[in-house]
């Protein structure tokens, strides 16, 4: 799935739903959402690079608009910590009598996921999610000062990521305009994170707990 493709498919589930938002005939609803992440970088450069997985977190606003009783469209604005580790071993030109065995790598995003949510069983409140996400590098950090500098902050070049997003989902009331929605969500990259004309590839898997406060009709 080149990066025309998957526009293509934000543009249809956005214009699916934009006479639905203007109409004012559905319930609208918004929230704050917060949560946690285990991101795991797939791939021969994940291989190569010793690259584990580690927990980051997320924050963001929720926008929900229904089209049905059990059907509604999630869009949502997150920034997220992704951290992942890489082994000493694999650095050029760094001790390899360290305390610790890894060093940790910490990359900022901007996130739009974008997905249908789908009621499973009427006035359940259980739900299946199902859409696209796509996500902005904004910055990178290490966990040490020290760094050889022959040493890439990244071991991927791409700024730009997309793919898959879906999960379960419940939602909790609280009172009539008030909710929490309790959420497991994984967001399953589709591009390659390495530069093209590099052998090498390298894909992104983040698997989210998020819990969002919502509020509206």
């Avoid at 249809?12 to 946690?36: E, M, W």
């Avoid at 009427?122 to 996400?133: A, D, R």
């Avoid at 990521?161 to 309790?182: R, W």
Wanted: a neutral charge; glycine letters at 6%.
């Amino acid at each position: 799935m080149n990066i025309k493709n998957f526009k293509l498919a934000v543009i249809l589930l956005v214009s699916i739903s934009f006479p639905r938002i203007t109409s004012g005939q559905d319930n609208t609803i918004f929230g704050a959402s917060l949560g946690l992440g285990l991101t795991t970088m797939m791939g021969s450069a994940s291989e190569t690079t010793n690259l584990s997985s580690d927990i980051g977190y997320t924050l963001g606003i929720n926008f929900e608009q229904e089209f049905s009783e059990r059907t509604s469209l999630n869009l949502n604005l997150l920034y997220s910590r992704k951290n992942v580790r890489r082994g000493y071993n694999t650095l050029p030109n760094y001790p390899i009598n360290q305390e610790n065995d890894y060093l940790k790598m910490s990359f900022d995003y901007i996130e739009l996921p974008i997905t249908i949510r789908y009621e499973v069983v009427s006035k359940s409140e259980f739900f299946i999610n199902g859409g696209v996400f796509i996500s902005y590098l904004l910055n990178t950090k290490l966990s040490e000062e020290n760094i050889p500098p022959n040493l890439s902050a990244s071991p991927w070049t791409e700024k730009v990521d997309y793919g898959f997003s879906f999960g379960i989902a419940k939602k909790i009331s609280i009172n009539q305009n008030n909710k929490f929605v309790l959420e497991l969500r994984d967001n399953l990259g589709m591009k390659n994170l390495v530069d093209s004309d590099s052998q090498y590839n390298l894909k992104s898997n983040t698997l989210y707990f998020l819990i969002t406060w919502e509020f509206g009709n």
